[in-house]
């Protein structure tokens, strides 16, 4: 699961659903990434709490797509 916070990109959604991930609106441990543009707000703080990735949504398009 994937959650994206902050932000919205009908493209990058479109990528992500395409390779099949499944989007999600809240962090839980069984959230592979959070992709954030605001680092410092409460979802990073639980992504980070979790063990969540927390990346910058460019990154992860580097990395994954």
Same mark, same amino acid.
Not at 17 to 38: I, P, Q
């Given at each position: ?22 989007? =999600?609106? +809240?962090?839980? /441990?069984?959230?592979?990434? $959070?992709?954030? #543009?605001?680092? =410092?707000? +409460?979802?990073? /703080?639980?992504?980070?709490? $979790?063990?969540? #990735?927390?990346m ?10």
């Amino acid at each position: 699961r994937i959650v994206m916070s902050g932000f919205r990109s009908g493209d990058l959604k479109a990528a992500l659903e395409n390779v099949g991930a499944k989007l =999600g609106s +809240s962090v839980t /441990k069984d959230t592979f990434a $959070l992709l954030a #543009k605001t680092m =410092g707000t +409460s979802k990073v /703080k639980e992504a980070e709490r $979790l063990g969540v #990735k927390v990346m910058e949504p460019a990154q992860f398009v580097r990395e994954y797509l």
